[in-house]
Each structure stands twice: as C-alpha cells, then as structure tokens.
C-alpha cells in the first residue's frame, strides 16, 4: 500500500497547463501541417475573390499570381499552356502535401527552442515558404516568356 508521502510506484501523468509552454508546443508540433495547408488556402481563396471583384486583366494577373502562390505545382504540370480539371485537381492534391509538409518542417525546426509558439512558427514558415513561392513565379513568368506573352 503506497504511503502518503508519494512514493507511489505507479507514475501520474504529467498535467499539461492549458496555454502554457508544453501546450504550445505540442500544438505547434500537432497543427503545423494543418496551419500550413491553411495559409495556402486563404492564399487560393484571396486568389479566386481578387478575380472576381477586380476583373478584367489586372484581377485576372492578380488573381492568377496568387493561385500559382497557392498551388506552386502548376507550373511544373504546364498550366500556362496547357489546361484541364485534372490537372488542377493533381495540382491540389500535391499542393497540399508540399504546404503540410512545409508546415510540419516549420514546426519541427521552432520545437527545439526554448520558446516555441505561433509567432515562431510563422516566421520560420515565411522564410521556408519565400522559396516556394520564388520558384514558383519564377516558373509561371519563364514559361510566359517562352510562350511569347511577355
């Protein structure tokens, strides 16, 4: 019978403190990935409304630059010259999974400071995600080059 000093052999699971450093952390950790696919969708979304409420060619370039922001896939499947559902769709799907993984990466690398929470991780997934989005319009501007647009 366990005496009432605690000596207890059975361990009680630590209490996490809700906000606290170790909540954080864990939730960044957890919802890294999430947050990253997120920000890629409100990128979309910012993309599709910039369309529709601008118009005409300067909503459309717009528009359209932020959609390859979003989807930094659709370059390297030809969406500049070629078009079609399915490549969207592909482009999604992959999309996603370079923003998740993207997130997680972010999370990780912010997880081994002493100090992790938000602010961290979005500073550490603006400047994984710069080289992204630079490739990705770097892409979209050499094939409009190569199409003859520019």
Known sequence: MPSESGSSTTRQPRRLVPG?????????????????VGVAGAMLLAGWLVRVIVGGATGGIVGFVL???ALPTLPILG???ADGNALFAISL??????WWILGQLAALRVSG??????????????????????GAIGAL?????LLGAL
């Open 20 to 36: 606290g450093v170790v909540a954080t952390r864990r939730a960044v950790r957890r919802r890294g990935g999430f947050v990253g």
């Open 67 to 69: 959609t390859v922001t």
């Open 79 to 81: 969406v500049p010259a």
């Open 93 to 98: 799907v992959a999309s996603t999974g370079l």
């Open 113 to 134: 400071r002493a100090l992790v929470g938000w602010r961290e991780w979005s500073k550490e997934f603006a400047l994984l995600s710069v080289g992204i989005c630079a």
């Open 141 to 145: 501007a050499l094939g409009a080059v």
